[in-house]
């Protein structure tokens, strides 16, 4: 049986975090054991206790001492897999706008050989649903903004519902990963085109929070468009 990690970031997150678990370990399979490791930023709410109370011996729960970003979140995540053994490992939201009922697609297709595989909003077009429009032409053009500067073959660059098979993320210097919000999405699918590694999209429908406040701000905007350029600059410069 093959061991998959799911790996859920939260801070506040008390409204989801007691739903969004149990719908996660019941896709476990004959074939395949979920398992999921609540990376937990102090959230003031008690989203880490409430996770504990379940009492799963297949939910872990890393707690952090103060806000420190998704990006270093999802870092101790993965070092998390790579020390245990697991055998594949998910980045997923824990506010149900990344879907567990398409869990099963993407181990499908990282058994057809790919490296990574993306959960993308805009493959077929556009599949974001509860998004102001002003979110949506940000993101969207964000995208277009990110590809033609890095060259990423990606419709969906700054996805954050990903699929990576553990051997090959142990070929990624993770130390070197800089980015800590959004950007750090590019940064991750950045590296794994530099390497000529096979990357994967496929399509998901995407829905706003359910409950809780977005983490989306100013400085993450910020951060996402200037990372493209250092991306670009080092992979010229051979330093990625």
């Given at each position: ?34 398992n ?116 990423l ?8 519902f ?60 910020y ?18």
């Open positions: 049986m093959k061991r998959v990690l799911i790996v859920i970031p939260t801070y506040n997150e008390s409204e989801n975090i007691l739903n969004i678990i149990p719908e996660v370990l019941r896709k476990t399979t004959e074939d395949y054991q979920f999921v490791l609540v990376v937990d930023d102090n959230s003031p709410d008690g989203t880490a206790d409430m996770a504990e109370s379940l009492g799963s011996p297949n939910v872990f729960i890393i707690r952090r001492e103060k806000k420190s970003g998704l990006g270093t979140a999802y870092i101790v995540g993965f070092k998390f897999a790579i020390k245990n053994g697991f055998d594949y490992v998910f980045e997923m939201d824990a506010d149900f706008s990344h879907d567990p009922k398409y869990l099963p697609q993407f181990l499908e297709k990282i058994n057809e050989g790919y490296d990574l595989v993306v959960g993308s909003r805009y493959i077929n077009g556009i599949s974001v649903v509860n998004w102001p429009i002003s979110r949506l032409f940000l993101s969207y053009f964000a995208n277009i903004y990110t590809r033609i500067i890095t060259g073959k990606v419709k969906d660059t700054t996805a954050g990903m699929c990576y098979d553990v051997n090959v993320l142990k070929g990624i210097n993770l130390d070197n990963v800089r980015s800590n919000g959004y950007s750090f999405q590019i940064e991750m699918k950045f590296k794994y085109y530099a390497k000529k590694l096979r990357i994967c999209e496929i399509p998901i429908l995407f829905i706003d929070r359910r409950a809780g406040r977005s983490k989306m701000s100013k400085k993450v905007v951060e996402a468009f200037y990372v493209v350029w250092k991306l670009k600059l080092k992979s010229i410069f051979g330093k990625l």
